[in-house]
């Protein structure tokens, strides 16, 4: 609002903050679902190299003898819930990339509000 520069000018520390908030939030989620992936990578990879407990296999059968690494990658690329993890932490990352942008137009936001102010005073008749 041109007429309500000096209350737009005190928004942005709280606007600041608000998103800056919702980065570390965001940034916390992000670190949490890597080590959800890492874990759930590991606990995949001794399924498909056949090193899971029985109970895991009575659960979930694994009908294929898998024993050379790049077969063992393959169906790890393939499977399910590391991909749904991994769609995850590809959402964080937008959603912070995201966040930055936002956090960099509300910092540039007090130079806006002070070159909005100088034009008025320019065209004022005030130096």
């Known amino acids: 609002n041109i007429d309500d520069l000096h209350n737009e000018s005190l928004k942005v520390a ?17 670190k949490k679902a890597e080590l959800n992936y890492k874990q759930k990578k590991l606990e995949r990879y001794n399924f498909y190299a ?12 694994f009908p294929y003898k898998v024993r050379d690494k790049e077969a063992i990658q393959r169906h790890m690329d393939g499977d399910e819930r590391l991909s749904k993890i991994e769609l995850k932490i590809r959402y964080y990352d937008i959603m912070l990339k995201f966040l930055e942008e936002v ?14 102010i100088e034009w008025h005073r320019f065209q004022a008749g005030f130096n």
Request: charged share 25%; glycine share 2%.
């Open 103 to 116: 956090i960099k137009t509300i910092y540039n936001r007090t130079f806006q509000i002070k070159n909005a």
């Open 50 to 61: 056949g090193k899971a407990t029985l109970e895991t296999y009575q659960e979930e059968p």
């Open 14 to 30: 709280s606007l600041h903050a608000k998103y800056y908030e919702m980065y570390n939030n965001f940034s916390l989620l992000r």
